[in-house]
Structure formats: structure tokens, C-alpha cells
């Protein structure tokens, strides 16, 4: 038979963990062994295109030389989890809307507000976070320098987000004003997000195991949600306390909630807030 017919062979208890060691190394993220079958199908679609029919013949492509550094770059954009969605958890965005406008009330903004995303996907989340920001400066009046850093491993992800083009379904979210606001119709059934917002946010490549390599510093608030879930405890934590360093003092880290228990680090009050997790930098 023909190989682009067949499925993918079965993965080896050993090629399973050498496959999951490299994921891991690589991005910080874990494969569990209820999920082999994705990581089988995922790898064996990418052997699959490229003609080859061993595990270890395409391990050995993914880990040599210049072309292997191509290689992975495609390949790990199959293996990681890119879910989002636009205002995918309402009551964080709605905190750093509170924060916003807060500042602006007490006329404590400094003169820029400086927002991080970090795996951002396909750009749903900072494109919310760059609703929530511009609908306060827009209705107090202000214009200020604001912007957005939305980072991720995914180069393919990042392409997608910075065209900022989505169908009705992922619009759904969106409030009709939000909709009138800050996208515009393209006739086919798909909406771009307007320049106002895409002009603000630059996304860029970034691992979130290399924050310590990263330029981002002095930020009110770093937006991470739902990447850490697939790290181990440890990693979580240390990937966080790096994270906060690269706050302004009264700058907010916001997670989703439930990602990280157990966590007390020093200049850090967490935000008295049930449904959501944050915390302030001192
Ligand atoms: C499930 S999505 C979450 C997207 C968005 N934050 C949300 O909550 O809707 C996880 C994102 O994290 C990215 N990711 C995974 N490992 C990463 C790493 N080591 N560094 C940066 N981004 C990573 C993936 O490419 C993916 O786009």
C-alpha cells in the first residue's frame, strides 16, 4: 500500500518519550500519555507529507542542523494547543478594563500603557485586550501612547493574528458595538479587525522559556492564560516569578484561575477578586 494511505505506525513506549522529551525541552509543554494518540497522528501527518515512514528517521531531521531548526518550527505548530477565543474569559479582561479606567479616574497613568500577552494564539486575546484599552482611553477623552506585545512559539499562529481576519463564528463573542467598533466587514463572511487596533500591537516570536533573553520590561499588566496549564507545577512557578520582573511597580500579572496554587512571591499582593487571578506588583 501506498504510504500517504496508511496511518501512521504505532509509536514505541521509547519513541513516545523521546518525541515527548524533545516537546518538553523545547517549549515547557507535556505531553500526557492519555493524549499519545495526538501526538502520534500529529507527527505521523508531518512524515506523512514529507515521505518518510520512521519515527526516528524524522526525529533525526527535526533535531540536525539549519534544516532541522526549519523543520521544528513547522512541527511544533502541529503540537501545540492554539484553542482561543475573543473575550474568552470575560471577568479578566473586565479587571484590566477596571484597572484602566481606575488609573484614569485617579489620574495615576503614567505616560504609556504597556500591555503583554503572552501565547497569544491567533490573536484573539490581545485583539480583546486592545478593545478594553482603547474603549477607556476613547471615552475619557485621552489619547496616550498604548500597545500591546502578544508573543508566541507558534510562527504560523502569529502570521493568522496579524492579519487579524476571522469568520462570523469567531466574531460571535463580540458585542455588537465591539463589532461596529473595531472590525470591519470584508463581504465573504469575514470580518478584519479595524488598523486602529492591528496598529497597536505588535506580535512577535517569543518562548516562554526564554523570557530572561526577552526585551519586554515595564509592563502594566502581562496576560497569560491558559499556556501554563501544560507545564509541570515547577516550571509554572518559575516561569512566573521571571514573569513579574518585568512589571511596572503597581503593574498586574493576570492568569486563569486556577493555574497556579501555592504561590506567594515576595512584592506580590494577589488581587481580592473571586472570579478572577491576578496580582499587583508593589
Ligand atoms: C491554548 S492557547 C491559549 C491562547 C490564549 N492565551 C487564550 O487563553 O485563549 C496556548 C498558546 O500557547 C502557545 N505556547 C505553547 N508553548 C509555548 C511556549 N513555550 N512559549 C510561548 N508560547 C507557547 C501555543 O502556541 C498556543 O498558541
Redesign the pocket.
Known amino acids: 500500500m501506498v504510504w500517504s494511505l496508511q496511518t501512521a505506525p504505532a509509536l514505541s513506549d521509547q519513541e513516545f518519550d523521546q518525541w515527548n522529551k524533545l516537546l518538553e525541552e523545547?517549549?515547557?509543554?507535556q505531553v500526557l500519555p492519555q493524549q499519545r494518540a495526538f501526538l502520534q497522528t500529529q507527527i505521523g501527518m508531518r512524515m506523512r507529507e514529507l515521505g518518510l515512514e520512521s519515527y526516528n528517521h524524522y526525529y533525526e531531521q527535526v533535531v540536525g542542523g539549519l534544516q532541522g531548526i526549519v523543520e521544528w518550527s513547522i512541527l511544533?505548530?502541529r503540537l501545540?494547543?492554539?484553542?482561543?477565543?475573543f473575550f474568552?474569559?470575560r471577568a479578566s479582561i473586565d479587571y484590566v478594563r477596571r484597572l484602566l479606567q481606575s488609573r484614569i479616574d485617579n489620574k495615576s497613568l503614567d505616560d504609556s500603557f504597556e500591555v503583554w500577552?503572552?501565547?497569544?494564539?491567533?490573536g484573539?486575546?490581545p485583539y480583546s485586550l486592545a478593545m478594553v484599552v482603547n474603549d477607556c482611553f476613547e471615552l475619557a477623552g485621552l489619547d496616550p501612547y498604548y500597545g500591546i506585545t502578544a508573543?508566541?512559539?507558534?510562527q504560523p499562529?502569529l502570521q493568522y493574528a496579524r492579519q487579524g481576519i476571522y469568520n462570523e463564528r469567531k466574531i460571535e463573542p463580540l458585542a455588537l458595538d465591539e463589532r461596529a467598533r473595531y472590525t470591519q466587514t470584508l463581504g465573504d463572511g469575514r470580518f478584519q479587525i479595524s488598523d486602529k487596533l492591528r496598529d497597536r500591537i505588535c506580535f512577535s516570536h517569543?518562548?516562554?522559556?526564554n523570557i530572561a533573553q526577552m526585551p519586554m520590561a515595564k509592563m502594566d499588566v502581562i496576560?497569560?492564560?491558559?499556556?501554563l496549564v501544560?507545564f509541570r507545577r515547577w516550571r509554572r512557578r518559575e516561569i512566573l516569578n521571571e514573569m513579574i520582573t518585568r512589571l511596572k511597580p503597581g503593574g498586574v500579572l493576570v492568569i486563569?484561575l486556577g493555574e497556579i496554587v501555592d504561590w506567594d512571591p515576595s512584592g506580590m499582593t494577589r488581587v481580592t477578586d473571586d472570579g478572577i487571578q491576578a496580582y499587583i506588583r508593589s
Open positions: 523545547r517549549t515547557g509543554v511544533v505548530d501545540v494547543v492554539k484553542e482561543t477565543s474568552r474569559h500577552s503572552v501565547g497569544c494564539s491567533t484573539e486575546e508573543t508566541d512559539i507558534s499562529a517569543g518562548n516562554v522559556l496576560y497569560c492564560q491558559n499556556l501544560y486563569g
